[in-house]
């Protein structure tokens, strides 16, 4: 079982309304819409709502010049045969959510409601491991592998309100002092509407070649209801030190070891009293 | 470009690199916030070997098994979308030309870029597996290299080649 570090920073309440953990792995070219089948039968009793999503190309963090061209995101489809849809399973109370495709496994856990609490990443990777683990074996089973995994992601979105009679500047500059400042402001305009930030952080090997990157990123989104909000995102995505499930759990590990600091260090401790701070 | 590359257009989301592309769904990724544009920027970040190098891989990803009558394996999808979203950009200077880029009979791909000087093959058998070959004309010199995720060294060797 995993337990959770001693010396993370840990909240009663925190801003948290998703959570994803997810491996990607060299394209199942044998992997058919039929096979979907024998997957969900596997996750059916826990996870029996089933919905259809477009497939999403592979994405890869990669190394080499400073700055690289923005690419589009194009898929390679195989003429010869119609792409398949990425599916996902979903769990009665709309909580967690499998989602399957022909190169990657994701496991979500989402807040619906007010009610749900984040079941913490030592519940939420048992679940992960369990689910690959089954994956892996109808793979293996049916002919169909070897999974390879190529790329591991673990996410946190993050939904902090912009309470009544505030601008969305000011949620900005309590919740982050440290990139939105006074400094901004200009004597004919004030202080700015609103801003939008995105950092990356190269994650190192052991032997100090570059493993993937940690991406935060806060923007002014909307809520599905109406409430305007900041959206603060915290992404690991990189390859694991080695292409198996220990590489992968590593990663994921690893990933929200880091993503843990980041929000501690980029976020005010004001904010982090209001979300419960517990040390 | 042509119209199977504008057709690949229809899902035209540039992406900074490949770090902000969706690797799931969220269901809690809000709705943005838009900056409204009233005069498009005339200037394009978009470099000049993009549509060839499309063009060429939207071919051979019509490839089946057995396209050349020796039983070689169709071209992978995953190796095209690596190879032109995640080590083209990290390797090309906006000035270099598109590469050849010939298909193995693995399902990988090789890009060969042939220059006065210099010769540069990259292959691609899968993600994370990258073969590059250098080959010096004017010393003789040849220097190999095994790739997964960090290309620096092969960026090097392309930017002082087409770097002009």
Redesign the interface.
Known sequence: MTTRPADLPDYTSPPVTEVVLGVQFNSLDRFLSPHLGSIWDAFRDSFPLVEEHAYFPPVFETFGTTGPFIIPNINFPIIAKPEMARVHFVNPERTQVLQVQRDRFVHNWRKVGQGASYPRFERMIEVFEEGLGKFIAIINRERLGPVIPNQCEVSYFNQIPIPEGQTTWDVFAVTFPDRVGHAAEIKELGAPEDTRFMLRYVIPAEEGSPLGRVTVAAQPARRADGANIIQFTLTARGKPETADVPGVLAFLSRGRILLSRAFDKLTSEEMQRRWGRKQ | MSAATAL??R???????????????????????AIPEVSAPTTS???GW?DQT?DQ??EL??L?DDWDGRGSA?V???V???A????L????P?TAPAPSAIPLGNGGIQLVWNSKDAEVEIEVA???DVVASYFDKVTGKQHDERL?????T??DVM?SIYKG
């Open positions: 690949a257009w899902d035209d989301s540039w992406q900074f690199g490949n770090g902000a592309a969706r690797f799931s769904n969220a269901r809690s990724a809000a709705f943005r916030v970040s978009r470099p993009f499309l891989f939207l990803a019509e089946e169709q992978r999808r995953d095209l979308s690596f032109l979203r995640s080590v950009p990290e390797i090309m906006p899968a993600p994370n997964t995720n960090d290309f620096s092969l960026a930017w």
